[in-house]
Nanobody, 117 residues
Framework: VQLQASGGGLVQAGGSLRLSCVASGRTLSNYFMGWFRQAPGKEREFVAVINWSGSNTVYGDSVKGRFTISRDNAKNTAYLQMNSLKPEDTAVYYC???????????WGQGTLVTVSS
């Protein structure tokens, strides 16, 4: 399984970006897709996760109400819509895939999001 994240870039505070993560290879089905981020000098932080059907989503406290995770299983793609961006959202964003257990089995390469003040 390979994950390819894209959509990062430079945006002003208050702006929006949408990240995409395409899964390829033997992904099978019934997998969760998650987003994480890591800012320079900080630990990796959970951002959001979505289940296979899209009926259940969970968000980290710092992004609740501003970010929305979604997925299109026909395209093997997960999305992260980020609105009202803040400079503290600046980080490398990673997508990850897991099955029924709590451990993420596969990780994408990351996409850099920079929010200027």
């Amino acid at each position: 399984v390979q994950l390819q994240a894209s959509g990062g870039g430079l945006v002003q505070a208050g702006g929006s970006l949408r990240l995409s993560c395409v899964a390829s290879g033997r992904t099978l089905s019934n997998y969760f897709m998650g987003w994480f981020r890591q800012a320079p000098g900080k630990e990796r932080e959970f951002v959001a996760v979505i289940n296979w059907s899209g009926s259940n989503t969970v968000y980290g406290d710092s992004v609740k109400g501003r970010f929305t995770i979604s997925r299109d299983n026909a395209k093997n793609t997960a999305y992260l819509q980020m609105n009202s961006l803040k400079p503290e959202d600046t980080a490398v964003y990673y997508c990850a895939l897991r099955y029924l257990g709590p451990t993420y089995d596969y990780w994408g390469q990351g996409t850099l999001v920079t929010v200027s003040s």
